[in-house]
């Protein structure tokens, strides 16, 4: 029986009656005007909001559904891997709800989130009071349905209007993670196809929630890549797929985590590449320091560079501590960044070496078979090797 509200009460309590229903995780960083939303969701308060979208996409990556509800100006923390999301796609739905404040009562500035959509190129939900029965489960398929996060704008006003309604019979779909043997433009393209199959959904619509993309009009892209006139590239059509220097010190880590099965979670940087033959060990990537709270909703198992640790991921750490996740984290150190001209990145030891982690020598492959074995909690491991010098990242034909 779908739960319903029995006389008028406020849009948020509707709202968050409609949620429940449609949705499986919550996460949030309380917020005026969502604080109270999160609190009748039962949502799980994280150390900021791009933590919370990464532990909702590692939710949505195990075909989950999870909504994260958070305030206009804590949508500018999570851009990063809102973007991202729409081109590695995700299996389970995912649904943002912002608090748009809109007489800047509690912020420091006023923002209209639904400008996101067109930038995002996500399906953008503002429900008027009548509306928020059903728009959370409008907003769950329609994230199904695109392979991409959607959003759910909401006011003061609408959160405080009086309104009734009963939630729609739950109908979860399924999403797509981009193929592993697509090339980074074939995915761009891949998200192509799906953004324009998008305008021609709203466009014949009739949901008056949705606001993008629009019911009419020319919905310009912002991607630099159009849909291909054929299928979309892969490494086998292009021929061949990038992969790590000829003498990388970590082919002993890549060699240890494919004979085992692992399939991390992936980071930005040379980590990319064990997802290309002839590795193939990569789940999913959605930005730089995202891995770890990705990983805890979903593999267990984050792989990532030391830069993109201090970039942000120490403060996903810090959460998944916080909250006793079981998480392997290996961590590639080589005191640079790898794949944009080797400029120096920060020792890391010095700002982790609260996790005790466990440090292994890149060609000590029995230490690093040892080290990868994972515990009932948080766990760093950090590969400590030595960039060549003068080689560049090889191919190898498909």
Not at 219 to 227: A, L
Not at 255 to 275: N, Q
Not at 276 to 305: D, I, Q, R
Not at 312 to 323: H, V
């Given at each position: 029986m779908n739960p319903a509200l029995q006389q008028d009460e406020t849009g948020e309590a509707c709202l968050a009656i409609a949620l429940r229903a449609a949705a499986d995780c919550f996460y949030t960083v309380p917020g005026y005007p969502v604080t109270s939303l999160g609190e009748a969701c039962g949502a799980v308060c994280t150390v900021n909001e791009k933590v919370a979208l990464e532990y909702a996409l590692g939710d949505a990556v195990s075909g989950r559904r999870a909504c994260v509800i958070l305030k206009n100006v804590g949508l500018n923390a999570c851009m990063d891997p809102l973007m991202n999301a729409a081109v590695q796609g995700i299996s389970g739905g995912l649904v943002i709800v912002v608090g748009d404040d809109t007489e800047v009562r509690g912020s420091q500035n006023a923002q209209d989130s639904r400008c996101i959509g067109r930038v995002a190129e996500i399906p953008v939900f503002a429900p008027e009071a009548d509306d928020l029965a059903t728009v959370a489960e409008t907003a769950f398929r329609a994230s199904e349905r695109f392979s991409r996060i959607a959003l759910v704008r909401v006011t003061p006003a609408v959160l405080a209007a009086e309104t009734?309604?009963?939630?729609?019979?739950?109908?979860?779909?399924?999403?797509?993670?981009?193929?592993?043997?697509?090339?980074?433009?074939?995915?761009?393209?891949?998200?192509?196809?799906?953004?324009?199959?998008?305008?021609?959904?709203?466009?014949?619509?009739?949901?008056?929630?949705?606001?993008?993309?629009?019911?009419?009009?020319?919905?310009?892209?912002?991607?630099?890549?159009?849909?291909?006139?054929?299928?979309?590239?892969?490494?086998?059509?292009?021929?061949?797929?990038?992969?790590?220097?000829?003498?990388?010190?970590?082919?002993?880590?890549?060699?240890?985590?494919?004979?085992?099965?692992?399939?991390?979670?992936?980071?930005?940087?040379?980590?990319?590449?064990?997802?290309?033959?002839?590795?193939?060990?990569?789940?999913?990537?959605?930005?730089?320091?995202?891995?770890?709270?990705?990983?805890?909703?979903?593999?267990?198992?984050?792989?990532?560079?030391?830069?993109?640790?201090?970039?942000?991921?120490?403060?996903?750490?810090?959460?998944?501590?916080?909250?006793?996740?079981?998480?392997?984290?290996?961590?590639?150190?080589?005191?640079?960044?790898?794949?944009?001209?080797?400029?120096?990145?920060?020792?890391?030891?010095?700002?982790?070496?609260?996790?005790?982690?466990?440090?292994?020598?890149?060609?000590?492959?029995?230490?690093?078979?040892?080290?990868?074995?994972?515990?009932?909690?948080?766990?760093?491991?950090?590969?400590?090797?030595?960039?060549?010098?003068?080689?560049?990242?090889?191919?190898?034909?498909?």
């Open positions: 009734t309604g009963t939630p729609p019979a739950r109908n979860q779909q399924k999403g797509i993670i981009a193929d592993s043997s697509l090339t980074m433009r074939g995915r761009t393209e891949t998200a192509e196809c799906r953004r324009e199959e998008m305008v021609r959904w709203a466009q014949e619509s009739t949901i008056p929630a949705l606001v993008y993309p629009p019911h009419q009009g020319s919905v310009p892209s912002c991607s630099t890549v159009s849909s291909p006139a054929g299928a979309p590239e892969t490494m086998q059509s292009r021929g061949f797929a990038r992969t790590f220097c000829r003498s990388c010190p970590y082919i002993p880590l890549l060699r240890v985590m494919r004979e085992t099965g692992m399939h991390p979670v992936l980071d930005i940087g040379c980590g990319l590449l064990s997802k290309n033959p002839p590795w193939e060990v990569g789940t999913a990537g959605y930005g730089l320091g995202s891995a770890p709270a990705v990983a805890a909703k979903s593999t267990g198992v984050a792989l990532m560079g030391d830069y993109a640790l201090m970039h942000s991921g120490l403060s996903a750490l810090a959460d998944i501590r916080e909250k006793r996740l079981p998480v392997l984290v290996v961590i590639v150190e080589n005191g640079v960044l790898g794949m944009t001209g080797k400029q120096a990145a920060p020792d890391i030891l010095p700002y982790i070496s609260w996790a005790a982690p466990v440090m292994v020598d890149a060609a000590d492959v029995a230490a690093i078979r040892a080290a990868l074995l994972p515990e009932d909690r948080l766990k760093c491991v950090i590969i400590r090797g030595k960039c060549p010098e003068g080689e560049d990242h090889e191919t190898v034909e498909c």
